[in-house]
Structures are given as C-alpha cells and as structure tokens.
C-alpha cells in the first residue's frame, strides 16, 4: 500500500494488511488487492482471511459520507 491510501478523520488507512478476526481474535490477512492506482477506495470490496480459524471477512471499505462507525447514516 501507498503512503497514499485513504484514511478515517484520525488518519488511520481505510484498509490495513492485518485485522484482528472477530470469531477467534487471531489474526487476518488481507487477500484483496488494489486498483491500477495501488489504492482502496470507499465503497470497495475488501477480503480478509484468518490464519487460525480460516474465516474470510467481506468489508466494504467506508467513506465520509458514514457514520463513524462505518454504517451508513439511513
């Protein structure tokens, strides 16, 4: 990823390598890859995968426009 990347108000990136699995807690690793420009951008898929339990997690990557919590504001 590019010093670039989107980031949240607090300047964390949109997307990272590595979350933390929300089933186990071990550790999951992004799959998906960026667009010909080397960035994510709001709205995109992004995948993840957990090393320990195998789960895959879909995350649409947030913009401005939701609320802090990554939910839309409807």
Excluded: K, N, Q
Aim: proline share 8%; net charge negative; with cysteine.
């Amino acid at each position: 990823m590019t010093d670039h990347e989107p980031t949240d108000a607090s300047g964390v990136p949109l997307v990272t390598e590595r979350i933390t699995c929300i089933d186990c807690g071990g550790v999951a690793h992004l799959m998906s890859r960026p667009d010909d420009t080397g960035r994510f951008w709001p709205g995109d898929l992004v995948v993840y995968r957990c090393e320990d339990c195998l789960d895959r997690w879909d995350i649409i990557v947030p913009d401005d426009a939701d609320g802090g919590d990554g939910r839309p504001d409807w």
